[in-house]
């Protein structure tokens, strides 16, 4: 199966319908796509990526072969329950810790602010045309985030899977949906190993060349869609042959946010037959869902 690939820049053109289509469709029957001339500082990205494998090296690279889950892996042939990865989170919104991590330094702290800065305006954008796809108002994700708060929380995992040597024993991440909104990654460009499931089989997700940001939906998302897009299962594979860098920020609900299904794609419901049998009488050769969007509104309707 092919990773839809979509050209950012497209929805600013006379190839926006286009574009539109191919974003539905992604969502609809992948739950996952590659988003290319998305505007992002290209040098920026690489700077925050090259920053991240500099920080990893100095501080966490020789820890993390001499913690227990390594000595583990040479003892065991297998390790079901347990991940092959060394990480740091960092919050972006509504207030930053990145200058609480340790040993973080100043250079990687403003570079990753500015990497953020960008692409939120990106995770807002995708908000806004995938309600205008779903045929909801264009910042009805971005309200729904919202909650109470100012906008959506904004955070992002710092993920290294480290070459392993027994890569057949353990996952590098095991196999989950994210619990979130819009989860935008920017991956390695070089070792593979993130894997999605669809139609009964794992798809292999290649590295992303050209700094193309790999895009999926979480579960919020698919809960406000009534189930039209959907969060997928994926996973990551340990890989005896390098490294894998993943920087994962997830555009996601505050955490007072109510989420339920966006009334325009409920059915109907506590409606009675007869009712509907009555408009159904004068509307019987119409469209259904003006027919559906009516009975919202009866007495007993939703």
């Known amino acids: 199966m092919e990773v839809p690939v979509i050209d950012f820049s497209k929805f600013c053109g006379e190839q926006r319908g286009e574009a539109m289509a191919l974003l539905h469709e992604a969502c609809e029957k992948r739950g996952f796509f590659v988003i290319e001339n998305h505007g992002i500082d290209a040098e920026l990205m690489e700077k925050v990526k090259q920053l991240v494998n500099t920080y990893y090296d100095e501080y966490l690279k020789e820890s993390f072969y001499q913690s227990e889950l390594a000595k583990s892996l040479d003892k065991s042939v297998s390790l079901p329950d347990t991940d092959w990865e060394?990480?740091?989170?960092?919050?972006?919104?509504?207030t930053s810790n990145i200058k609480e991590i340790p040993n973080v330094s100043e250079e990687l702290c403003k570079a990753v602010d500015e990497y953020i800065a960008q692409l939120i305006k990106v995770a807002e954008a995708l908000s806004e045309l995938m309600s205008e796809n779903l045929g909801l108002e264009k910042d009805h994700i971005k309200k729904a985030f919202s909650g109470s708060s100012k906008g959506a929380v904004v955070g992002t995992k710092v993920a290294m899977y480290p070459q392993?040597?027994?890569?057949?024993?353990?996952?590098?991440?095991?196999?989950?949906?994210?619990?979130?909104?819009?989860?935008?990654?920017?991956?390695?460009?070089?070792?593979?190993?993130?894997?999605?499931?669809?139609?009964?089989?794992?798809?292999?997700?290649?590295?992303?060349?050209?700094?193309a940001i790999f895009v999926n939906i979480g579960d919020q998302v698919e809960v406000l869609s009534n189930g039209i897009y959907k969060s997928v299962l994926h996973r990551v594979m340990a890989e005896k042959n390098g490294s894998r860098l993943s920087i994962a920020t997830f555009y996601n609900p505050a955490g007072e946010a109510i989420i339920s299904p966006a009334p325009k794609l409920l059915y109907p419901s506590g409606?009675?037959?007869?009712?509907?049998?009555?408009?159904y009488g004068s509307t019987k050769f119409g469209e259904k869902a003006p027919?559906?969007?009516?009975?919202?509104?009866?007495?007993?309707g939703h």
């Open 86 to 94: 060394t990480t740091f989170f960092i919050w972006h919104r509504p």
């Open 271 to 279: 409606y009675t037959f007869g009712d509907y049998l009555k408009l």
């Open 164 to 211: 392993c040597p027994k890569p057949e024993a353990v996952r590098g991440l095991r196999e989950h949906t994210d619990a979130g909104g819009i989860i935008l990654l920017l991956q390695d460009d070089q070792v593979p190993g993130l894997e999605f499931f669809r139609d009964g089989k794992w798809v292999e997700i290649p590295p992303s060349k050209n700094n």
């Open 291 to 300: 027919r559906f969007e009516s009975m919202k509104n009866t007495p007993n």
